[in-house]
């Protein structure tokens, strides 16, 4: 069975950088186009980076894979306290089992 364990999350200052990191046992990331998603607090789990980005994280977000390593990586760069929110990955379907997600908080 498919698990996804993200990792990274932490309390940052707006303007800093977070890695995110994203272990993915029980299959290959190569089959999958990989993605990250985030959930705001009180609102819906939405796709910020994967073959495109939103529009809110383009130029400050980037995505990255490990196939050897069979990691996905999300680098911030820039926060802003409107990225706060619980980040996960999964392939852009959504079709995965959810991880736990790791918690990003911007804020100074």
């Known amino acids: 069975q498919v698990q996804l364990l993200e990792s990274g999350g932490g309390l940052v200052q707006p303007g800093g950088s977070l890695r995110l990191s994203c272990v993915v046992s029980?299959?290959?990331?190569?089959?999958?186009?990989m993605a990250w998603y985030r959930q705001p607090p009180g609102q819906k789990r939405d796709m910020v980076a994967g073959t495109k980005y939103a529009d809110s994280v383009k130029g400050r977000f980037t995505i990255s894979r490990d196939n050897v390593k069979n990691t996905v990586y999300l680098q911030m760069n820039s926060l802003k306290p409107e990225d706060t929110a619980v980040y996960y990955c999964?392939?852009?379907?959504?079709?995965?089992?959810w991880g736990q997600g790791t918690q990003v908080t911007v804020s100074s």
């Open positions: 029980g299959s290959t990331i190569s089959h999958y186009l």
């Open positions: 999964n392939n852009q379907g959504g079709t995965l089992p």
